[in-house]
């Protein structure tokens, strides 16, 4: 029988809630988020050249950052993955498996307090993103 993996559903207003982001890792992360693959070209065989479209972000190693909740729990689960697997290649990818949550909880944080500016920086960024696909399928 396969194990169930947890399912994140977000209130509008905790998408909107910062949270402290911790790389607890001694290596910088960089995690990305959203995406889209996007045709760009065609190689010398005309084969479509695919990129992948989506926001980057990197974290220094013992940086603090705040993210929208989540966001900061999609890169905590990846920095968590990142880390096990250095460690341990065979470890679950699950996000329910105990040493998943165990370093999750470690790499996030308090809530921050609702800002209205981070509402707004997060509908500029994305529809930023969205800009940038329409742009590069139109090519």
Known sequence: M???TERFVYTEQEQ???????????EDFE???GGNDVQVGFDQQNHPIIEKQA??????SGETRQFPMPLADHLA???????????????????????????MAK???????????????MEEEFAGLEELKTKKSKT
């Not at 909107?16 to 001694?26: C, K, L």
């Open 2 to 4: 396969a194990q169930e």
């Open 16 to 26: 909107y809630t910062s949270v402290n982001f911790t790389n607890i890792d001694t």
């Open 107 to 121: 790499i996030l944080g308090a809530k921050v307090e609702k800002k209205p500016e981070v509402k707004e920086a």
């Open 31 to 33: 995690g990305s988020f």
């Open 77 to 103: 689960y990846h920095l968590a993955m990142k880390m096990l697997m250095r460690d341990e290649p065979n470890v679950s990818h699950q996000r329910n498996d105990g040493k998943v949550k165990e370093l």
């Open 55 to 60: 926001i980057v972000w990197t974290v220094k």
